[in-house]
């Protein structure tokens, strides 16, 4: 994905927002494509954060966002038990 114009001051990323970002993650909740999970975050302080903070200003310096970054793995919840699990109806 490719972002079309510049980037000022305003825009960039601090480790302040990294920092504060990292401290609303929830605990003991599945991991993505990557298999990272929040506890990696924030256990990794502060080394981690600093090279999250380069990486998401070089991602607005460059306009380039990873495909990767737009992948997501949904798990559908079955509510109802009783009926037919294969249907995708309501």
């Known amino acids: 994905m490719n972002y079309a114009g510049s980037i000022d001051r305003d825009m960039c990323v601090t480790v302040e927002d990294i920092e504060a970002a990292s401290k ?3 605990k003991n909740k599945a991991t993505g494509t990557d298999h990272i ?3 990696h975050v924030i256990y990794s302080y502060p080394c981690l954060i600093v090279l999250l903070k380069l990486l998401f200003y070089m991602m607005l310096l ?5 495909n990767d970054f737009a992948t997501g793995i949904i798990v559908p919840l079955i ?3 009783s009926g037919d699990l294969s249907s995708v109806e309501k």
């Open 24 to 26: 609303k993650l929830k």
């Open 79 to 81: 509510k109802d038990k």
């Open 37 to 39: 999970v929040a506890e």
């Open 62 to 66: 460059h306009g380039y966002v990873p």
